[in-house]
């Protein structure tokens, strides 16, 4: 049972108030930074008046409660199933998870259950010993905020040795990758963990600063056939977007995305054929006219074989 | 009925929600499957959940309000909020905390020491009668199937007793924030990471699509079905359709999650898309026919994504494609990128990707990233060629040959 009032925001902020009535620290400001903190946007209008009284008879108006414990809920069969799931998942192998507690527990799911069908198959070789190192220690130097020595590969074969301020593990479920962000030399890094060589805490923390990623803007067009409206906006519904309608089958999209990602924007783009039609940047529409142009030259379609 | 922040059931909001995050361009009168008063409390209850990604436009037409998220710059789903939002009753969340408090105060206890126990405490309140024996026995085995506690056998007598946890929950935090977002079900990862002091908030995700976390409900029974081969009663789109479910496939690139599954009434493999079914009704456990393992597995070494079935024709598809010196990154695309089939060397130039595949048309998507180094392209079903041209010489007319073509 995924969806049940147990694992609510509404128990999950009475639980912290409790928490805190039970410490007999609890301070009406408190209460309501709670709820703020734990619940919705409107929530204080219920949480403090069912908390405050005969209504959830839990806490009583001067803010004690007749519970003895501080609140805690065991782990639900539910949870313990998903988290045995994990143990099966090659990935598992970059993490350190206590196991106790699980042995007769039945996975919710199994890795032969699912497929990810349109992955990339190179992904990162997690059975790889030293992978796993270097991404545990990785791990350690942002849990402890240190800064780390790199060593790795570029795509060009050139091996450059770095101190960088680790900000972020990246993950891409396309690619089945993680990356590095990172800060050094007054600049952003993206490193992928399976190009790193040598990875280890630094001498000294630098504290470098993340600069933001450079984000561009493309406009298109999209003509509603064959479900391309549905089918397109799935495809981009990661990224921040606005769609505007312009007649009954026309749609206009704005998307923001990574600069260093347009290669793999384009290509993206070009996946929906003529139903979507750049229409700004012009540096963009160039892009798409060039690969056009390029395919025009190598002329690769017989007509023997159409209909 | 008054406005509340919780929602009873799940189905209800799922709708809301997609529309408001993928498409967003829907103006308040065009949510015509319900009351303009519903469509007023849906959005609502959405603003209050992720207020903070909310957007509004007004236009001509009036005001939208939409969801605009770049998934690869926030450490967790946002949507996972409309799985904290199940209603409740008062009576609900007292017999909650005073349950687990009192178990874990005084250990096991019948039902009549739990009676007693929860008539001593709730005689300080006003109103002060405790709840029914029938109300507290049936929530002490609605924890019992949650797993939250126990029940003992003492002489005649049944005892309830809190589960006791032996993992080490701090372990996890790690874990729990990835595989919450990067694992099926991660609603589930981002409830246990609930019960730890401080989340690890480090991690982010590219090429993400949270929408899939609205099906959850959907997938977990999927699974459950699999794991005891029970066949499924899935509702969707008006229909009612008895299959065995098979295996779950999930698109990292089209934002969409598929069941596969065999009907035995057919005989036939089919995909059904998880974002339509309704419900999915577990039935009778169902032996697995002699064969069918054997003939899953031809089945799925020719199916390119999701679409096709074991009764369409197969379709041989080749594409040659161009990659000059310096350029190997192509053929390793083509490598990568291939779900099924071959690529081999033609040349020092060429290499040729060949696949036999259900349904070629399928493969459009995939050979259009292609375009600009394709120096051949052959295929059995001539639909298949025919629409590539004639999409492409499309494209070409769109952008023309002059900067002004596009306007």
Redesign the interface.
Known sequence: ????????????A??AI?REAVRGKLTGRELQSLVREHA????LM?VPD?LK??????M?KDLST????E??????????R??K??LT?P??RL????????EDV?????P???????????GDDYADPGYAARFRTI?QA??ENRDLYVLFETGKNTRPELVVTP?????????DRF?L?AAGRKRRWTINLSRIIECAFAYENRNSRLIAAETDTVVFELEDRRNA???V???F?????????LDESR?RVTL?Y?RRDEPEMV??I?????AI???EP?RF?GL?????????R?A???TD??? | MAY???IK??GRIRTYLRSF?????RHRDEFTEKSARSYDNERRRI???L?DYM?F?Q?ADGRRV?L?????SIPENPLY?A??????T?R???L???I??IL??VGGLSITGMMDELSD??S????DEPPDESTVRKKLREYA?????KTEKRGRETFYV????????S??D??AA??S?????G???S??Q??LPEK?G??????????NALD??VL?AL??A??QRRLVTLAFRGQRRIVLPL??????????QYI?TWSPAHDRFSFIRTDRIDSAEAGDVFEFPAGLKARLDDF?SH?W??TGNNFSRLEHIEM?V?AGEGEEHVV?RL?????CGTVVKVDDTHWRFSADVYDAREM???L??F?????????TD??V??R??G??E???Q??G?N?NA?S
């Open positions: 049972m995924l969806f049940h009032e147990i694992y609510g925001s509404y128990y999950l009475a639980a409790l919705f946007g409107e929530s219920t069912g009284g005969g209504k959830w008879r839990l009583h007749p519970l003895e414990n609140p805690s809920m065991p782990l639900t069969t539910t949870e313990k998903w988290m799931a994990l998942d990935r598992i993490f350190d998870p206590d196991m106790t507690g699980l039945e996975p919710l799911f199994t032969d259950m699912t497929v990810y069908y349109d992955r990339y198959s190179d791990l942002l849990r900000y972020y593990l990246e993950y891409s479920e396309k690619d990356r962000v409206l549905e089918r906006l799935l495809h519904s990661h990224l921040e977007k606005e769609t505007m309608r749609y923001k990574d290509i993206r070009l996946s929906f054929g003529s039609r750049v229409t012009e529409i798409i006219r060039e690969r056009i142009e390029k395919q025009k190598l690769a379609f017989p074989n159409a209909e | 509340s922040e919780l059931s799940f995050y993928v498409y967003g361009f603003e209050s959940w207020g957007s436009r236009d939409f605009s998220v770049d998934s690869r909020r799985f904290r939002a199940k209603s409740f008062g609900d969340i007292t909650h905390f005073h687990l408090d874990s105060s405490r709730l300080e309140f006003d109103p199937a949650l797993g939250l506690i809190l589960s006791g946890d032996r993992t080490r929950i372990s996890w790690a874990a990835f595989f977002e990067a694992a099926p079900l609603v589930i990862g409830y246990i609930d019960r690890f480090q991690f982010r995700f590219k090429h993400h699509y949270i929408l959850s409900e977990c699974f459950s699999i794991g295996k779950v496939f999930i698109g990292t690139q089209t934002g969409r596969l799925l199916v994504g999701v040659t161009f390793r490598e990568r990128e291939k779900r459009l998507p995939w259009r990233t375009t600009g180094r394709i120096s051949g392209l052959e295929c001539a639909r060629i025919a590539f041209r999409d492409f499309t494209l070409a769109m952008y040959g900067n596009v």
